[in-house]
């Protein structure tokens, strides 16, 4: 801070001070006079006000148990002369003790505070009971009453005369035995009750709950509820700011208020009300006689409930004030009243300052304008760039290196306003809320920077040095800023900023060593990769990555290179700090300082280790291909031929690597274009596309043999790579030819088995019924006068039965060697199966076979053979129905199934046939559509064949299927649209 005023001021204020201590000791002497009467009257006032306090709750919480005793007496009475006036007790008959019951119960209802309201008779028997269950009344039923003639209560109450109440011990309620729980404070009133003639007729009980009691208690003394407490006649408390010291009488607690203080509880227990103080603290005390408080009670009784019996004696109201709190009050006025007084004695220390300040103020006057121009001169003769300013921010000073520095005259910029006029638009708000804080602070010294801009727009960053200047009062009237350039600084500081986080957010790792090589930097990176920290390494050599795997003379070209000035690149092998081994890349250069000398070396390496092993893997793999490989670049030049293809064509892999593709893929003009025609697809093609094309290919040795080459491309960042698999086809086509020549062969060997199998289904189908027909003619020849007429009919039929069957053999035999024309129409396949079910109907009845058909909803019409359909499919029914002909007592089920069947294809209809026969094996179910194949003794074997051939012309499929437990399922398929 600088004030205008010389240095040896500091004379004047010790003057200042010593008058302003002189002043102060006497304002102190009075002002502790003042507090000391203030004192005596406040604790002499407090400690009445307090007493007082006391005795007043105490009196209110003594008219509040009273007036609540005279609430309940008024209860008592009313319900006793109520009944008594209504007559209701001149007959206890049921229509008079229900009105009087009903009467309880509303009653009870609206006070809320009795938990059992009884009238007893003069047996002690309960005639009326209203119990409170959780705030409602209820008229217990008449057989659970209970007789009550020897409780205390009872024999009590029955013995008053009238207008006499009855009132018991305060204590908890207890059922069979045991207290109540939650625990239920409880006294019990009661009053004799007449009929009109005079007569006791039994007596009225109420039960009073007497929480209600208790809480009135604490609402009339809030004010002191933290000292206040109820007693019973032995001392125990009925109600304490404590719950849990309360009814220790009945809990079986020891510990009462006349255990605690039992001097004290001798002098309350003697007298009924007063205030008295011992060691203990202040003891204040007022006595309720519960029973002289009830009008008309003639005695106290002395029997109770509990277990520990007491009489009804009277109850203690006592507002004890510890002695802690007694002796509070000096704290208390001292808490009050300290700052007051501090405050006035602060005021004072102001007053004499001010006082001896005055004195002095005229001799700072005078000399202030002699000092302003002493520093003025001071700030004209240094180098920095200062700037005055006043409170407004108008310029009052400035020096000429400023002016130097922005091209600014004085009289241009005095006055004016230094941030709207010097500095840059983006930074006015920034450092106008700079400069209100340095005027609020009022610090002496502060630092801050500002961008100021010259007469032409150039900026500069100043870093500025603010100091105070104030009047002879010390007051502030403005701001002296003493600043430099620090421009060129603040750049150079950004650019190191930038390239440290670079360095070290770097997924590369680096390495910083001096010019000798002794490791003075590394970043998060090569510690991640090798392990080592920077006080692991620091100061040692790069060697001790070392693996031993590079050469001394290695090492000895990289040292030379870099210190030469230029940047080595390279591979090393180097091991972690856990002894693991990796590769890294390295860029190593050298780091010039201004004079253009090496002072360090930095190296940035990059972790090839996965690289490597992919290469590694890459290789391996390529060399060990079963086929010829072979890499390109996107010109077409081999980079790595395998072993395979040279072993393949004659090359060594250094004759192929660098050559055109050329070399080993034929080199006519048809050739050429197709290779470029496939190039060309590649490089347009997705990652790792491929395909394959057929060529002739040539060896090293001019010998042609044919290849198929398979072509695959993936894009690399040196453009995309083509790798091909040649394979050799010659072997292959050995074998197709070979394999065509078997082929032919089988189907002649397949035509002759069928002819063979033909001869001998006729030799053996054709016997039998020749031979029968021969017989019959040998009979008609041999004994032709002799056969009857019958005889002869029958031989006849037997003749024509086998010439028929006959015929069935040979239309078979037409049918698979020359298949009629297929007749294409559209037809309904539900009629078509119903229709081939009537065909076999003769054989359903002569089964008696149970047929099931489902059609699906929505089935197409189809183009086909509707005749040959009904044909195959009553075919396959009649197989159905003789596959359970050798089953006994099995009565034959075939299920018929039409849907649809949709695959990515084509669409079919799907016709399943499905019996409960004897089943077939599944071993035997391709020789089934073999042709002549049966397992009858009877029969061609070439249905299924027949079928199955005319099912396939139509682009449909035809299978048989073994169940699971008996029968077989034959499933045809038909094509919807066969012309697809």
């Known amino acids: 801070m600088i004030s205008h005023s010389p240095d040896h001021h500091l004379s004047k204020n010790q003057r200042i001070l010593q008058h302003s201590l002189w002043y102060a000791l006497i304002c102190t002497i009075i002002l502790l006079t003042i507090i000391s009467i203030h004192y005596s009257i406040y604790i002499s006032t407090t400690s009445n006000q307090r007493n007082s306090q006391q005795l007043l709750n105490l009196e209110l919480g003594k008219t509040s148990i009273v007036t609540e005793l005279s609430n309940i007496q008024s209860d008592v009475n009313f319900l006793a002369r109520q009944a008594e006036l209504h007559g209701y007790f001149d007959q206890l008959n049921d229509t008079n003790l229900t009105i009087l019951a009903n009467d309880f119960q509303l009653f009870s209802d609206k006070k809320i505070v009795y ?93 009073y709950l007497g929480n209600r009691l208790l809480n009135n208690f604490r609402t009339a003394t809030s004010n002191i509820s933290e000292n206040v407490m109820l007693l019973n006649h032995d001392g125990y408390w009925l109600s304490h700011h404590n719950r849990d010291l309360e009814w220790g009488f009945m809990l079986g607690q020891e510990q009462s208020f006349a255990t605690d203080f039992e001097k004290e509880w001798k002098q309350v227990s003697s007298n009924q009300s007063g205030q008295f103080e011992t060691p203990n603290g202040l003891f204040s005390y007022s006595t309720v006689y519960p029973g002289l408080e ?86 004209e003769s240094i180098e920095l760039n200062v700037l005055a300013v006043d409170l407004q921010g108008n310029i009052s000073f400035c020096n000429d290196s400023l002016l130097n520095l922005l091209g600014w005259k004085r009289n241009q910029l005095i006055g004016k306003n230094w941030i709207e006029t010097l500095v840059v638009n983006r930074y006015k708000n920034t450092c106008a809320k700079i400069f209100q804080q340095s005027k609020d602070d009022n610090k002496s010294t502060s630092t801050h920077e500002s961008w100021l801009q010259d007469k032409v727009g150039r900026e500069y960053l100043i870093r500025w040095h603010d100091t105070s200047m104030t009047d002879t009062e010390g007051n502030l009237i403005g701001l002296i800023f003493m600043g430099e350039d620090i421009t060129q600084y603040r750049e150079n500081e950004i650019k190191i900023r930038h390239l440290s986080e670079a360095v070290e957010q770097s997924p590369a790792s680096v390495m910083l060593t001096d010019k000798h090589g002794k490791i003075e930097y590394i970043n998060p990176k090569f510690e991640h990769l090798t392990g080592y920290k920077l006080d692991d390494i620091k100061g040692l050599n790069p060697r001790v990555l070392k693996s031993g795997e590079t050469s001394p003379e290695d090492y000895s070209r990289l040292w030379n290179t870099v210190r030469k000035g230029k940047t080595w690149r390279g591979i090393f092998h180097n091991r972690k700090k856990n002894g693991e081994l990796y590769w890294e890349s390295a860029s190593i250069s050298g780091i010039r300082n201004p004079e253009g000398e090496i002072t360090h070396f930095l190296a940035v390496k ?43 064509y004659g090359y060594k892999e250094e004759e192929l690597v660098g050559q055109a593709i050329n070399i080993i893929i034929p080199d006519d003009t048809e050739s050429k274009q197709l290779i470029a025609q496939k190039q060309n697809t590649l490089d347009n093609s997705a990652i790792n596309s491929t395909n394959s094309m057929d060529f002739l290919a040539y060896k090293k040795s001019g010998e042609m043999f044919p290849v198929e080459v398979g072509f695959s491309s993936a894009p690399t960042l040196e453009g995309k790579l083509n790798i091909s698999a040649i394979i050799d086809l010659t072997a292959r086509i050995e074998l197709e030819t070979e394999l065509l020549q078997r082929n032919d062969e089988i189907s002649r060997n397949q035509a002759l088995n069928t002819v063979g199998k033909m001869a001998n289904m006729i030799a053996h189908d054709l016997r039998n019924p020749l031979s029968s027909i021969k017989m019959g003619l040998q009979i008609f020849q041999k004994q032709s006068n002799k056969i009857s007429h019958d005889d002869a009919v029958e031989i006849n039929q037997i003749a024509l039965e086998q010439v028929l069957y006959m015929e069935e053999i040979l239309e078979d035999l037409m049918s698979y060697s020359r298949p009629d024309a297929v007749k294409l129409e559209w037809v309904e396949i539900k009629k078509v199966v119903e229709h081939s079910i009537g065909l076999v109907q003769k054989d359903i009845d002569s089964f008696n076979a149970k047929i099931n058909t489902w059609y699906e909803k929505g089935l197409p019409i189809i183009n086909a053979d509707s005749r040959k359909l009904r044909q195959i499919i009553s075919n396959l029914l009649t197989n159905a129905m003789q596959s359970v002909e050798t089953l006994h007592d099995v009565t034959p089920v075939i299920n018929i199934t039409v849907q649809l069947d949709l695959t990515e294809s084509n669409s079919y209809i799907k016709i399943t046939i499905q019996d409960n026969g004897c089943g077939i094996d599944n071993d035997k179910v391709d020789e089934l559509f073999e042709p002549f194949y049966t397992s009858r003794a009877k029969g061609t074997g070439l249905g299924l064949a027949i079928a199955k051939r005319f099912i396939e012309l139509q682009q449909g499929s035809m299978q048989l299927q073994a169940g699971e437990n008996e029968g077989t399922t034959a499933i045809v398929k038909l094509n919807i649209d066969p012309a697809q």
């Open 115 to 207: 938990d059992h309201i009884r009238f007893i008779d003069i047996n002690g028997q309960e005639i009326i009971r209203i119990n409170n269950q959780n705030g409602q009344s209820i008229i217990v039923e008449k057989d659970r009453l209970q007789n009550k003639i020897n409780r205390y209560y009872f024999k009590e109450s029955f013995q008053l005369k009238r207008n006499e109440i009855y009132i018991s011990p305060f204590d908890l309620n207890v059922e069979h035995g045991k207290i109540q729980i939650p625990l239920k404070p409880v006294i019990r009133f009661g009053t004799p009750v007449f009929n009109s003639k005079g007569s006791k007729v039994g007596v009225l009980i109420l039960n």
């Open 294 to 379: 009830i009008t008309g009670l003639g005695k106290e009784y002395d029997q109770s409930q509990t277990r520990l019996e007491y009489l009804n004696h009277p109850w203690n109201l006592i507002a004890h004030i510890s002695p802690s709190e007694l002796s509070s009050l000096p704290k208390i006025f001292v808490r009050n009243n300290m700052f007051f007084y501090l405050v006035i004695f602060t005021l004072f220390l102001i007053g004499t300052h001010i006082i001896a300040r005055l004195r002095v103020n005229h001799q700072i006057a005078e000399i202030q304008v002699e000092f302003e121009q002493h520093f003025r001169k001071v700030l």
């Open 606 to 648: 990059e972790d090839i280790t996965e690289q490597k092993m992919l290469e590694e893997r890459f290789k391996h793999c390529f060399n060990s291909a079963p086929v010829a490989m072979v890499m390109t670049d996107s010109s077409g030049a081999i980079l790595l031929a395998n072993d395979t293809l040279q072993q393949l």
